[in-house]
């Protein structure tokens, strides 16, 4: 990463970190719309595996994709902690059903880096990069990789 | 004439009427009170204390006739307190007005009590103040020009009912004058009976003169009676005695323009171009047009079939016509959607009123702009917004105007102003309540918000974040228990119910500016009657006009036949699916199942359910996005309860069915 001479501030974004199945991923803030508790999820049927059902929020029908699933985790029951956070992408609203919120973080570009093509596992699909931060290691998704519904995707 | 010894049926409907009507009335009522404070003081505008002397005339005997007493009463008083309002009797003040208001209030008070089949308000005291009120304790003779006419004449006063003008000419001779007829003789009689407005000498042929009265009358019977006498009289009807202007009088229609004083024309002002329409006739109407939207989809499906039986030529002609009718029958439905479109202005004329009140009851001073009220929207929004909108506006004033002298203080004029607005931008409608208040302190409702214990993060704080934070069930501010905002609509509410009609509720606010609410909402909802059914944990939605039959069913007597189960249905056998099969839904077994009907003849299938719970309007949401695109599914609804449930597409399943299903099982019993 170039350094600026005497650069004001050091590039950085804002991101929502949340967990699923034991990992904490990140979200940039700007694509995440709100994020609230639900209390159940109607299933759609013959949908994608991966997709939960639809919810009603905020006056709109937004399709759920269960995280955990998607990232080839066998599901857990929802409880107090479950979060959805709705997304925007190309104009379309996405609830993404998380295990748990974690905290609003502003992380500098430079401790980003791409993602291995080692990186075990379905979610390294979905990965723009991934993050250290002092002993923490934080995955930034890919909304759309996340949403992509090609048939090689279809799980 | 009563309503009694009619049916219940007949009695029902026409009570009906006449709360339609005396709503009508009592609309009027309110706004013309309105202009009439705003000229206390100054000259009373004639054509609004005519409106108002007609509202309470029809009200009265409305009322009489579905013998409503109190109704009757009241609106008798206050017809008597405003003939001596017009007539110059009385003068009103701001304290005689407020009896006014207190009297047009009851009288609403009462016939709502009666709708609702609640005990009706006291109305005594108010009677007695009407009372006083109507009792014209001294003439102030309100002087206006005589007119160019030479002679005196009492000043002019507003024609009571059935007064006219009447044109009198008395041609004296010598033989009246023998007889003690002179022309003083004829003004005693005249003045005996009305009020001369004007009296002319004339000079007629051979050098004669006679006198030319203009006398205000209910009794120009009398004129009859006096020809003899050198009488003649002839009605005046198109000469209008000189008037001074009205000040402020209406732009009105042409027959009640400023041309006093003239008989009050008690019947309705004249046919207009509008008829009131039953909501319930609206709806069989969308109905209709729902079941043609369906059964062309079936044309459709049978024109493709034959197209390959068909000769070119003839089939290209059918398909135009296909195409032709899809496209009307598009615009018929457009058309009878705009039809339940009402002028937003039903929800805004009633908030003058209720700013006045306010205002007045918190101390402060208030201006109401209200501003696009043609701008329309479906009948069933307006009632949904009436209390949102209250809420804001009430809010508005509680929170947000600030009182005179803090205002006067701030630079800013001691009197607040709340903006109503609607319009439309592209498919949707938008209503926004802006004040020149104080504005919304961001940071000072997060810290609120903070200490309240919300995970609020530090820092600048968006519009999107500000709406999230006031809306937040809990989020208390002080008026959830004062009268102005009570009722126990919050904010949250506000925002629920915009968003459950699919709309949209933003904030901009400045401190020490003012605040505006933007409430976005779809200019046309689609609205239609479903079954509610349910298949194992499962809920579905079968809109209502696909639905030919619903039929419960004993399991046993279902027949296998190679893959298909059927049914002994009418005389015929009719193909039987399981939702739960086809949504791959797991089920108990059950002793009754129930069988929806869809499609005719020997297109018809049954579509089996575990059970039915029932009927209700739904709001549909089209479901658009690929991941959740499933053949069957048309879209979601909101029960109301928060839950979601799944609108089944009936045409698309059936065809798939049809496809499916190998033609010779549709055997006939």
Redesign the interface.
Known sequence: MSEQPSAAAAATETYILFAVAGTTYALRSHQVL?MEMI??V???????RF?E????S????V?V?NLRARFGFDRAPLDLRTRLLVVQNDG???GLLADEARE?LTIPDSAIQPPHQAIGGLSGNYLDGVATLGDRIVLILNVREV?E?SPTAAA | MSSSGQGPDFASGFMDDYFAEADEHLVAIRRSLLVLEASLGADLPAPILDDLFRSFHSLKGLSAMVDLREAEVVAHQMESCLRAVRQGDVVLTGANFETLVDGAKLLEAVIVAHRMGQPRPPVGRTLEQLETLARPAAKPAADREGGPASSPATPPVRPGEDERVWKVIFVPSPQLVERGIKVDTIRTRLLQIGHLLKVEPKVVAGGGISFEFHLQTAHGEQLGAWSDDGVSCELLAAVPPPEPPEARARPAAPDSAARAPRPVDLATAGPTNFVRVDLGRLDDLMRLVGDMVVTRARLDDSLQRLERHVPFQEWRALQEHNTGLERQLRDLREGVMRVRLVPVGEIFRRMPFVVRDLARDSGRRVQLDLVGQNTEIDKFLIERMMDPILHLVRNAITHAIEKPDERAAAGKPPEGTIRLGASTAGESVVIEVSDDGRGIDAQAVAARARAGGAPIPEGPIDQGALLDIICAPGFSTRDEVDRGSGRGVGMAVVRATVEELGGALAVESEAGRGTTFRITLPLTLAITDAIITHVGRHTFAVPQSAVREVVEVDPGVLRSIEQNELMTYRGATLPMVRLSDLFGIRVDPRPRLHAIVIGDGLAAIGLLVDRISGQREIVVKTITDPLIRVDGVSGATELGDGRLILILDVSALSRTLRDRRPVDSRVSA
């Open positions: 709100h209390e159940q109607t299933p759609v049927p013959n949908a994608p997709v059902g639809v919810v009603f905020r006056g709109q029908v399709p994709v379309r609203r996405i609003f949403l519904t």
